[in-house]
């Protein structure tokens, strides 16, 4: 397998859930090419999953080293930042994955972070903003749902959920929430 395969091998574990073979991939990439910011970003997600966050955190700025401006890198360290509670900072990598791609995960993270430092009232409007921005992206309709239902209206929340189904159909977490009702 050359590099790029065994990297997709890597995440494909990571994404099954096999992180002892992901990880031992992700160090084995690091040895073969040194200067592979990829291999480094594999290893910051694996050690997130872990719950290793300062291991993340080192892995991503070294993987945010050797490939500068990059959206998902800085995605991945505020969401770090925002794990270890260090919102200042998650909250700078929000905004600039938002600036370098307009990051439609990192725009969530921005609205869970303003949550989370009592800006619900900035959140609410900001998450309108971008369901009419991209009508097409389920995981807002979601995040709009669960808002909603937190807030009291599961009714309300009810259509979000819907509306999430309609565009992505096997949304395993968006049926879930429509089967608890």
Same mark, same amino acid.
């Given at each position: *397998?050359?590099?790029?395969?065994?990297?997709?091998?890597?995440?494909?574990?990571?994404?099954?859930?096999?992180?002892?073979?992901?990880?031992?991939?992700?160090?084995?990439?690091?040895?073969?090419?040194?200067?592979?910011?990829? #291999?480094?970003?594999?290893?910051?997600?694996? %050690?997130?999953?872990?719950?290793?966050?300062?291991?993340?955190?080192?892995?991503?700025?070294?993987?945010?080293?050797?490939?500068?401006?990059?959206?998902?890198?800085?995605?991945?360290?505020?969401?770090?930042? %925002?794990?270890?509670?260090?919102?200042?900072?998650?909250?700078?990598?929000?905004?600039?994955?938002?600036?370098?791609?307009?990051?439609?995960? #990192?725009?969530?993270?921005?609205? *869970?972070?303003?949550? *989370? &430092?009592?800006?619900?009232?900035? #959140?609410?409007?900001?998450?309108?903003?971008?369901?009419?921005?991209?009508?097409?992206?389920?995981?807002?309709?979601?995040?709009?749902?669960? %808002?909603?239902?937190?807030?009291?209206?599961?009714?309300? #929340?009810? &259509?979000?959920?819907?509306?999430?189904?309609?565009?992505?159909?096997?949304?395993?977490?968006?049926?879930?929430?429509?089967?608890?009702?």
């Amino acid at each position: *397998m050359n590099f790029e395969e065994k990297l997709n091998r890597g995440f494909e574990l990571l994404q099954d859930k096999d992180i002892d073979h992901s990880l031992d991939i992700a160090r084995e990439l690091q040895k073969e090419n040194p200067e592979s910011h990829e #291999a480094h970003y594999l290893e910051a997600l694996i %050690m997130q999953q872990l719950n290793q966050l300062d291991m993340s955190l080192k892995s991503i700025e070294k993987a945010m080293e050797l490939g500068e401006g990059n959206a998902a890198y800085h995605n991945l360290r505020g969401n770090i930042h %925002m794990q270890k509670e260090d919102l200042e900072d998650a909250e700078k990598d929000f905004d600039k994955a938002i600036e370098i791609a307009d990051s439609n995960s #990192a725009h969530r993270n921005k609205v *869970m972070l303003m949550l *989370m &430092t009592d800006r619900g009232q900035e #959140a609410i409007p900001y998450l309108i903003g971008r369901i009419k921005a991209d009508p097409q992206d389920a995981e807002n309709w979601i995040l709009m749902g669960d %808002m909603i239902k937190r807030g009291g209206q599961a009714d309300k #929340a009810r &259509t979000y959920y819907e509306q999430a189904l309609k565009i992505d159909p096997d949304n395993e977490y968006a049926q879930r929430q429509l089967e608890e009702e």
